[in-house]
């Protein structure tokens, strides 16, 4: 979220009134991924990885978005039981088939760190928290 903060800092000329880039919800994570196909996703699963994979090595989704099923998984912004947050999506690392479920959670405290986290901020308005449609979703 700081991150999040500094770059809407540092972009506030750019942005239209009201807008700011935040992580995206649980809900908007499953839009983001969308039709992400899971043989597009870096994971154990689909080949044999031992690290992380340049963004945009496989395929795309429908919305243009590089690894929303595999490479790190990504914080959101909903709280679970504090003091964890989730993390949705499969990870260079994962290697279970039903860890590879769009619908699959994982719970970390918030400053815990891994080489299979990661994030993807959305730009949104205060008025309207969904993703913009002309940036959906990703830096």
């Not at 995206?24 to 983001?32: A, K, N, R």
């Not at 899971?38 to 340049?54: E, F, R």
């Not at 918030?110 to 830096?139: M, Q, W």
Request: aromatic share 12%.
């Amino acid at each position: 979220m700081a991150f999040c903060q500094q770059l809407t800092t540092k972009e506030k000329a750019g942005l239209p009134e009201g807008f700011n880039y935040t992580l995206p919800t649980q809900d908007q994570w499953l839009m983001l991924m969308s039709d992400a196909s899971l043989s597009d996703a870096v994971m154990k699963l689909q080949g044999n990885y031992s690290s992380t994979a340049n963004v945009g090595s496989l395929g795309a989704n429908n919305l243009g978005l590089y690894d929303t099923r595999g490479n790190v998984m990504e914080w959101t912004l909903d709280p679970q039981d504090k003091p964890y947050r989730v993390l949705k999506g499969g990870a260079w690392d994962t290697f279970l088939p039903v860890n590879a479920r769009p619908e699959f959670h994982w719970y970390a405290k918030p400053d815990e760190a891994k080489n299979s986290y990661g994030f993807r901020v959305i730009l949104t308005s205060s008025s309207n928290p969904a993703p913009t449609s002309s940036n959906p979703g990703s830096y």
